[in-house]
């Protein structure tokens, strides 16, 4: 059974760090695309980070050279390291495993991201 969870949310000033985790079971990362996500209050999801299974990745322009997707296949675990965040951030931020570019089939719970002024 394919399940992800997240994890490494939190409260933190502008201009800091958090590192978010996902941590998947019943499949291998490695063999995936996996995207981050993440989806305001009253704004839709949209994708922020996504790793292809050969490694090479795809940002938004937004959080481009601020946010890095990475991918521990030993782990089973896909990262995303946010740095310099901004108020606009905050968020609750998903893991997807992707069987297609546009397709994501399972999520995980979400992690909440709350960046204070």
């Known amino acids: 059974q394919v399940h992800l969870v997240e994890s490494g949310g939190g409260l933190v000033q502008a201009g800091g760090s958090l590192r978010l985790s996902c941590a998947a079971s019943?499949?291998?990362?490695?063999?995936?695309?996996m995207g981050w996500y993440r989806q305001a209050p009253g704004k839709q999801r949209e994708l922020v980070a996504y790793v292809f299974s050969g490694g090479n990745t795809n940002y938004a322009d937004s959080v481009k050279g601020r946010f890095t997707i990475s991918r521990d296949n030993v782990k089973n675990t896909v990262y995303l390291q946010m740095n310099s965040l901004k108020p606009e951030d905050t968020a609750v931020y998903y893991c997807?495993?992707?069987?297609?570019?546009?397709?994501?089939?399972?999520w995980g719970q979400g992690t909440q991201v709350t960046v204070s002024s």
């Open positions: 997807a495993r992707h069987t297609t570019l546009t397709r994501a089939d399972s």
């Open positions: 019943g499949f291998f990362v490695s063999r995936y695309a």
